[in-house]
Protein backbone atom coordinates (compact mmCIF):
# COMPACT_ATOMS: atom_id res chain seq x y z
CA UNK A 1 0.00 0.00 0.00
CA UNK A 2 1.41 3.37 -0.80
CA UNK A 3 1.50 6.19 1.25
CA UNK A 4 -0.88 9.12 0.06
CA UNK A 5 0.98 12.37 -1.08
CA UNK A 6 0.72 15.70 0.79
CA UNK A 7 -1.92 17.66 -0.65
CA UNK A 8 0.61 20.51 -0.50
CA UNK A 9 3.45 18.49 -1.94
CA UNK A 10 1.71 19.47 -5.52
CA UNK A 11 1.36 23.17 -4.60
CA UNK A 12 5.18 22.88 -3.29
CA UNK A 13 6.11 21.62 -7.12
CA UNK A 14 3.99 24.44 -8.60
CA UNK A 15 5.27 27.33 -6.52
CA UNK A 16 8.92 25.57 -7.13
CA UNK A 17 8.76 25.74 -10.69
CA UNK A 18 7.02 28.80 -11.29
CA UNK A 19 9.32 30.77 -9.01
CA UNK A 20 12.88 29.42 -9.32
CA UNK A 21 12.93 28.49 -5.39
CA UNK A 22 14.45 25.85 -4.03
CA UNK A 23 11.90 23.29 -3.25
CA UNK A 24 12.96 23.31 0.31
CA UNK A 25 12.07 27.19 0.41
CA UNK A 26 9.26 26.94 -1.35
CA UNK A 27 7.88 23.80 1.20
CA UNK A 28 8.36 27.03 3.65
CA UNK A 29 6.86 29.35 1.56
CA UNK A 30 3.62 26.92 1.58
CA UNK A 31 3.74 26.46 5.28
CA UNK A 32 3.69 30.21 5.86
CA UNK A 33 0.79 30.96 3.51
CA UNK A 34 -0.95 28.12 4.85
CA UNK A 35 -0.91 28.82 8.13
CA UNK A 36 -1.51 32.80 7.30
CA UNK A 37 -4.96 31.14 6.30
CA UNK A 38 -5.65 28.83 8.93
CA UNK A 39 -5.91 31.54 11.42
CA UNK A 40 -9.09 31.93 13.24
CA UNK A 41 -11.01 34.89 13.43
CA UNK A 42 -10.34 35.03 16.77
CA UNK A 43 -6.06 34.65 16.35
CA UNK A 44 -6.01 37.31 14.03
CA UNK A 45 -8.12 39.99 16.57
CA UNK A 46 -5.69 39.25 19.20
CA UNK A 47 -2.53 39.42 17.07
CA UNK A 48 -3.69 42.88 15.09
CA UNK A 49 -4.64 43.81 18.04
CA UNK A 50 -1.01 43.27 19.65
CA UNK A 51 0.40 44.60 16.81
CA UNK A 52 -1.43 48.06 16.59
CA UNK A 53 -0.76 48.51 20.32
CA UNK A 54 3.02 48.21 19.94
CA UNK A 55 2.66 51.43 17.15
CA UNK A 56 0.42 53.45 19.65
CA UNK A 57 -2.86 53.29 18.86
CA UNK A 58 -5.71 52.88 20.80
CA UNK A 59 -8.08 50.75 20.93
CA UNK A 60 -10.82 52.65 19.41
CA UNK A 61 -8.98 53.32 16.38
CA UNK A 62 -8.07 49.52 16.68
CA UNK A 63 -11.39 48.06 16.65
CA UNK A 64 -12.30 49.94 13.72
CA UNK A 65 -9.03 49.40 11.68
CA UNK A 66 -9.56 45.73 12.91
CA UNK A 67 -12.99 45.79 11.83
CA UNK A 68 -12.82 46.58 8.63
CA UNK A 69 -9.73 44.74 8.01
CA UNK A 70 -12.24 41.45 8.80
CA UNK A 71 -14.45 42.31 5.45
CA UNK A 72 -11.68 42.04 3.17
CA UNK A 73 -10.23 38.81 4.83
CA UNK A 74 -10.02 35.97 2.55
CA UNK A 75 -11.65 33.70 5.15
CA UNK A 76 -14.44 35.30 5.54
CA UNK A 77 -16.02 36.55 9.14
CA UNK A 78 -18.85 37.50 10.15
CA UNK A 79 -19.48 41.41 10.80
CA UNK A 80 -18.42 42.54 14.42
CA UNK A 81 -18.78 45.41 16.06
CA UNK A 82 -16.25 46.94 18.19
CA UNK A 83 -17.56 45.28 21.11
CA UNK A 84 -17.61 41.84 19.72
CA UNK A 85 -13.76 42.79 19.09
CA UNK A 86 -12.73 44.13 22.74
CA UNK A 87 -14.44 40.53 23.83
CA UNK A 88 -12.17 38.73 21.56
CA UNK A 89 -9.10 40.60 22.82
CA UNK A 90 -10.12 40.83 26.46
CA UNK A 91 -12.88 38.32 27.53
Known sequence: MTEAADPSDELV???SRT???T???ARRVVAD???YFTETT???VRR???ELQTFGARNDEIFERV???LKHWPVRSPELSARQLR???YG
Request: glycine share 8%.
Open 33 to 35: VLA
Open 87 to 89: RIV
Open 48 to 50: RHR
Open 67 to 69: GAE
Open 19 to 21: TGL
Open 13 to 15: EQV
Open 23 to 25: PDD
Open 42 to 44: EEY
